[in-house]
């Protein structure tokens, strides 16, 4: 392997930002006419990595060398390595839905003659590169209008339309169903046949076994290793060892469950995406939550997950089809995120930012913003018992902010997590689903807040956990579900719970059931 | 400089204050001092305070309900047009069909409140923005006033000029003052004595040191002192005039609104939608409850603002409103309101639209056109939210938040904490939306 | 906390005292001036004048001829225009700072005749004499004055000449018009279409004149604002549903602004240009009349209307009664206003130069 001439060389590479190494001393190399893949865990680096390659993160932001095509390379922005031939395709397509195919191919890099825009010449040309990544469509197509299979061939196209060498996709069968992801790796299969270097970060571990000719494991911001699927005879449970392998004794707190009945239970629950009514999100649904218990949800991004919370809180996402929710015995229904509240229901919602918290407020409306009536009368508000409220919470919680005036836009993502918690607990629910609940924060608040929730449990409470970090789920959760493809795959309970079981359940929809 | 933060922020009234807040009170100090010194002490005469107070009540009045809909992250450019409608209506119930004024005035809250739901139908329920379904409704009733008044000017009784240009009567032993303008300064300084211990109680209930006793001291003669100026300026003008009725009405609602966008759910609901509206759905506020209760307000007091602006021209005509929407907005965004929304207060608001009404009546004092009036209103405008917008970006600004700000989903403007940044980008955006 | 108490009210009412001490107290019900004008005032008293939003020629004019004028009468002078959207409100608080300044006479020429009552109340309350020029203001007991050109006249003529226009034109009947009149809160736009319907109503009702568009109420001609766009507009669309295959021989239009708005709208349209008589004497339509197109405009010299309000305010400062010669005819609804009635003169292009002779700007053009 080692004759092939090597393309890329990442050396050294080590990316900062304000009390935090995102990447550190990461080093990759790429031979020409490669797929490479770039595995790890959420938080692994993978999506920084590929912000110094591109340019998102200009020369100079980050220490070490880029050497591309023999020479060191500084991109000052994603223009400069455009021009070097190397095209990122996000995950989330950067395509206008309302312009045409060829449009959007040819989108700040239009044909020109005389000036004007050769829209016949584009035209043409956009026929031809569509042949060449297998699109039959017409050309003066909106986007929109076509599925995102297709919509994900438009950007591969539009690659192709500024001479790319060196293609990186990211996540590119994330959102694709199961044909328009064979369809596209064959593609890859048919690009490398040619000559043109892919690299694909992707968390589904078959395809990158099928596809990959090396595969580089990043794992906390440092290279693990890079393995040649070949040679080294790389398997899914060789890649999972890899991505995982890290101690997981002292990272949680110890703890005893106590756990009582079932006081919580979903069955059947079919829900349907928002915009596109075909797609389901949710596919018959049903779990179970008894007090004092901590449930964790383990599955893939995109796997529903998220949604599968937010359409039971108070059907807060998607459109309810079917599914019943049972509290207590009793059957409840939850038309909105009121009702859900007044039922006991809590949820931190993954990204605390967007939609967790309004970033204007301090920490004390915050803290009361889910359960105004609990400190007000007739609607007017009790400023001393909110104040009492919030800085009971701060003390317990040990929120780390000079006084619960302080707005939640000021502290750490630690600090904001453990408002959202105060604020969700303060509605005194009886389940509090919890999404991503340490996502961005570091790790020493990472065991105040498990610290936090085995607690909520040991109150009584069911908890339910859903995280993107396997071992996070494995230390803090008694019992496991794993999710894919917006079906329950797998119930695990603690005592059979490891990476590599979790993994396969979470790639595959054969159902396995150890709880 | 602690004191001078403790100051600012104890004379403010706490968090709900901001240096913008702040740095407008002195602004409004400023430019009274500057024109008192200009006019040769004519701007705090009795007779310009009190005609100051009845030319602007009705934009102080719009600039309320202004301020209740840029913090729900809305905007109404109707208020005029729904004023004018309403004036013509009100008129012309009064006129033609000898409606009693104190019913005309129940009418026109009625249709204003009808036209809100109209409005807030709109926006809340069915989703259309509001810029859009104001700006329909802004050539929809100003097509309506010209419609139904047919373009002519419409007198109205004596009655119902009282809430546009009516004075307290004259009561009680001659004091030398307009004896009922005295009570109610009395009664202004007594509350705020009043508030002040309560707050002092509050603070103390917080187990937080209250501000120190010379703040107290200190905010509490500043306060009093401004009142009972105030309160002897508008008592000692002309016999028959006092401090004027549309005044009270604009104190009034100026004080129940503070109330309520403060002190009670309803108003934490609004701020909540207005900074994070996902949020604060997720938190269980009705959003579209409160988008429709916000625009139903605002038109409410459109009307209000209309009829009192009919009852101090002693007639409803066909150019009543124009531009009033762009003189609301202004003073909403002068005190400090942020045009994203979330951000913003009642009496900042009430400042920013003082600050224009001291400015506009001084410069006709000196005699300065309208043209040059208008040039240096505008300038105003831009220069106080210029010096907000670039204070918040100092020390805000960040390379990195700027360059990524195309792969995530963080509001603009706010620094992007490192954990996001590491993370891969790809959880944080799968939030459903 | 007693020692804290006893601080605020001691601060509380040194704050009071001191402030009693520098409020001025009141004026009292002696009012200052109400009833004393035998008096008059000081020579180098303030005059008000607050004109509508420079929309015409003339009020620009009249802006400069009053600055002018009552500097050389030793006046202090206040001109102020209203702005252009928020007319009215700027109007009254214009009139009411004129007020808080002391001005001693007040001239108004109202944007909105009705809505001013309670400014003119505040103005007389305060001691000052309104005189409102050449717009009546409405509904007020405490307008002094009015001076005007006589505008029942200036629609009399505009009719007269209408009618001679076309028949120099084309000698018989019976001749197809159309009628326009002024912004309908202008007082006057009333008073021109009634002047000039009384010459024109024996005509119509004769059959001689016909208005093709049956378009004769003061609602259906009237053009809001005076605005020349809405005059073009409203012609354009007289043009496409009644004159698609008939001859308009002429139009009544109100003012120079909308003659010239209403014959671009007849050129545009690809038709010959009608008799359109016009008033104000503006300078474009001046060249126009001089180019054969608008055929009359009236000569309301802004001149001698301001000449004449100055020795009003003259004659106010010096305790006299001011002139008026007619006391009965302006009843603006609350009571019958003293008036000073100027005659306002034709103009053709044929007696174009003798009627500017004296006007530095327009002569000229007439040569």
């Known amino acids: 392997m080692s004759d092939v001439p090597i393309l890329l060389e990442m050396r050294g590479i080590t990316k900062e930002f304000p009390g935090v190494k995102a990447l550190s001393d990461v080093n990759l190399v790429v031979r020409t006419g490669e797929i490479h893949a770039i595995c790890g865990e959420n938080g692994a680096g993978k999506s920084t990595l590929m912000k110094v390659l591109s340019g998102v993160y200009p020369y100079g932001s980050y220490q070490g060398e880029i050497r591309y095509q023999g020479a060191e390379t500084r991109f000052s922005d994603i223009r400069a390595s455009e021009q070097a031939g190397i095209v990122i395709i996000h995950q989330e397509l950067a395509l206008i839905p309302n312009m045409s195919i060829t449009e959007n191919i040819f989108l700040g890099n239009e044909p020109r003659r005389r000036g004007a825009i050769d829209w016949k010449g584009a035209n043409r040309m956009a026929l031809d590169l569509m042949a060449r990544v297998g699109l039959q469509e017409d050309p003066d197509t909106l986007v929109k209008d076509i599925g995102v299979g297709k919509q994900q061939l438009v950007e591969i196209a539009k690659a192709f339309a500024k001479d790319v060498k060196l293609l990186i996709l990211d996540e590119p069968t994330a959102a694709l169903n199961e044909a328009d992801s064979q369809h596209l790796l064959d593609l890859l299969r048919g690009f490398r046949s040619r000559g043109i270097t892919s690299i694909m970060i992707s968390h589904k571990l078959n395809e990158i076994e099928a596809i990959a000719d090396q595969i580089t494991i990043l794992r906390d911001g440092r290279t693990v290793e890079t393995l040649d699927v070949k040679a080294d005879g790389v398997d899914e449970d060789r890649i999972v060892r890899g991505m995982v392998g890290r101690e997981l004794s002292s990272r949680f707190p110890d703890h005893t469950p106590n756990i009582g009945e079932v006081f919580f239970e979903v069955r059947d629950w079919n829900v349907r995406h928002p915009i596109s009514a075909e797609r389901q999100v949710c596919k018959n649904e049903s779990f179970v939550v008894r007090r004092g218990e901590i449930v964790g949800f383990a599955g893939l991004m995109g796997a529903g997950r998220t949604e599968l919370a937010m359409s039971v809180f108070g059907r807060s996402y998607g459109v309810y089809e079917s599914g019943t929710i049972i509290k207590d015995g009793k059957e409840i229904v939850l038309k909105s995120v009121a009702d859900a509240i007044a039922h006991g229901l809590a949820y931190v919602s993954e990204d605390r930012k967007a939609i967790g918290l309004n970033l204007l407020d301090d920490i004390k409306a915050s803290t009361v913003a889910a359960k105004l009536s609990k400190i007000s009368r007739h609607g007017v508000l009790d400023e001393v018992a909110e104040y009492k409220a919030a800085e009971g919470y701060r003390r317990e919680l040990r929120t780390k902010a000079p006084t619960v005036d302080e707005s939640v836009s000021k502290l750490s993502g630690g600090n904001q997590q453990k408002v959202v918690l105060a604020k969700w607990m303060f509605t005194d629910p009886d389940l509090l689903i919890l999404d991503e609940p340490t996502r961005g924060i570091d790790v020493g608040a990472k065991y105040e807040i498990y610290a936090i929730i085995q607690r909520l449990a040991d109150q009584g409470k069911g908890v339910v956990v859903i995280s993107s970090e396997l071992p996070e789920l494995i230390g803090l959760c008694d019992r496991i579900y794993t999710v894919f493809e917006g079906a329950i795959t797998g119930e695990i309970a603690r005592k059979d719970a490891d990476p590599e079981t979790l993994m396969k359940q979470m790639t595959s929809t054969k159902r396995m059931q150890t709880a | ?433 | 906390m007693r020692n804290f108490l006893a601080k605020t009210v001691a601060v509380g009412a040194i704050a009071a005292l001191a402030l009693t001490g520098c409020g001025s107290g009141r004026d009292g019900d002696s009012g200052s001036g109400s009833g004393d004008s035998a008096k008059g005032f000081p020579a180098d008293s303030l005059i008000g004048v607050a004109l509508p939003a420079k929309t015409s020629e003339n009020w620009v004019l009249a802006g400069d001829l009053f600055t002018n004028g009552l500097k050389e009468a030793g006046f202090k002078s206040d001109v102020q225009y209203a702005g252009a959207s928020t007319t009215v409100a700027d109007q009254q608080a214009q009139i009411t700072a004129m007020v808080t300044k002391g001005a001693k006479v007040i001239v108004i020429g109202a944007t909105d005749a009705a809505q001013l009552s309670t400014q003119v109340a505040a103005a007389h309350q305060a001691g000052a004499k309104v005189i409102a020029y050449d717009r009546l203001i409405t509904n007020t007991p405490d307008l002094d004055y009015y001076v005007a050109f006589d505008n029942f006249k200036v629609g009399q003529l505009q009719a007269q000449a209408l009618l001679e226009g076309m028949k120099a034109k084309k000698p018989n009947g019976p001749y197809n018009i159309e009628l326009f009149s002024g912004s309908p809160d202008d007082n006057n736009a009333g008073v021109f279409f009634n002047g000039a319907m009384d010459v024109l109503k024996p005509e119509i009702d004769k059959g001689n004149v016909v208005v093709a568009s049956k378009q004769t109420e003061v609602k259906q001609t009237a053009i809001q604002g005076w605005k020349a766009e809405g005059a073009q507009a409203r012609m354009d669309q007289l043009l496409t549903s009644t004159y698609g295959n008939k001859e308009l021989d002429g139009v009544l239009s109100p003012n120079d602004t909308l003659a010239r708005a209403i014959i671009t709208s007849i050129k545009g349209a690809g038709k010959p240009v009608p008799v359109v008589t016009g008033q104000d004497s503006e300078v474009e339509s001046v060249k126009s009349i001089m180019a054969g197109e608008q055929y009359m405009t009236i000569n309301k010299d802004t001149r001698n209307l301001v000449k004449e309000t100055i020795a009003m305010v003259q004659a106010l400062q010096k305790g006299e009664t001011p002139q008026v010669n007619d006391k009965e005819s302006y009843n603006n609804g609350s009571k019958v206003v003293e008036t000073y009635l100027l005659p306002p003169v034709a103009v053709t292009k044929a007696n174009a130069a003798e009627a500017y002779a004296n006007d530095p700007k327009l002569a000229p053009l007439t040569k």
């Open chain 2, 1 to 433: 400089m602690s004191r001078y933060k403790d100051l600012q922020k104890n004379l403010f009234g706490g968090t709900t204050s901001n240096a913008r807040q702040f740095g407008m009170i002195f602004t409004l100090v400023a430019i009274v001092v500057l024109f008192q010194i200009l006019t040769d002490g004519l701007t705090l005469r009795s007779d310009n305070l009190i005609a100051l107070f009845q030319q602007n009540s009705y934009i102080l009045i719009l600039a309320i309900g202004m301020l209740m809909v840029i913090v729900a992250g809305h905007i109404d450019l109707s208020v005029g047009s729904v004023a004018a409608f309403t004036g013509i209506l009100v008129a012309k119930a009064m006129f033609e069909w000898s409606l009693p004024w104190p019913l005309a005035i129940l009418f026109g809250l009625a249709i204003g409140a009808a036209i809100g739901a109209w409005q807030g139908f709109w926006v809340a329920y069915i989703g259309v923005p509001a810029f859009i379904v104001t700006l329909a409704g802004m050539l929809l009733f100003r097509g309506g006033n010209q419609f139904i008044g047919n373009a002519n000017t419409i007198p109205v009784p004596e009655g119902f000029r009282v809430i546009g240009s009516g004075f307290l009567p004259e009561v009680g032993p001659n004091t030398g003052y307009n004896n009922l303008t005295l009570l109610l300064g009395l009664a202004a300084c007594v509350a705020v004595v009043w508030r002040e211990f309560q707050a002092r109680k509050t603070r103390h209930a917080m187990d937080a040191d209250p501000a120190p006793m010379w703040i107290s001291v200190l905010r509490m003669a500043v306060m009093v002192g401004v009142i009972v100026f105030v309160t002897l300026r508008f008592a000692s003008g002309r016999v028959g005039t006092s401090f004027p009725v549309s005044g009270i009405i604009l104190v009034a609602l100026m004080l129940a609104y503070s109330f309520y966008t403060r002190n009670t759910a309803g108003g934490r609901h609004i701020y909540a939608v207005g900074g994070n509206s996902r949020a604060a759905e997720l938190s269980g506020v009705k959003l579209k409850r409160v988008n429709f209760f916000v625009m139903m307000n605002m038109s409410t007091l459109a009307a209000l603002a209309g009829m009192i602006f009919v009852a101090r021209s002693a007639a409803s005509g066909p150019q009543d409103g124009n531009g009033w929407e762009l003189d609301a907005i202004a003073a909403v965004f002068i005190g400090g309101a942020a045009v994203s929304g979330g951000i913003g207060t009642i009496s900042g608001s009430i400042v920013g639209g003082l600050v224009m009404a001291v400015l506009n009546n001084g410069l006709q004092l000196l005699g300065v056109g309208t043209d040059r009036v208008q040039i240096i209103k505008g300038l105003v405008l831009l220069l106080a939210v210029a010096l907000d917008v670039y204070n918040k970006s100092q020390g805000r600004f960040s390379i990195i938040g700027s360059l990524t700000r195309n792969f995530r989903r963080d509001p603009p403007g706010s620094s992007p904490s490192p954990a996001a940044s590491t993370a891969d980008r790809e959880p944080a955006t799968t939030a459903p939306s």
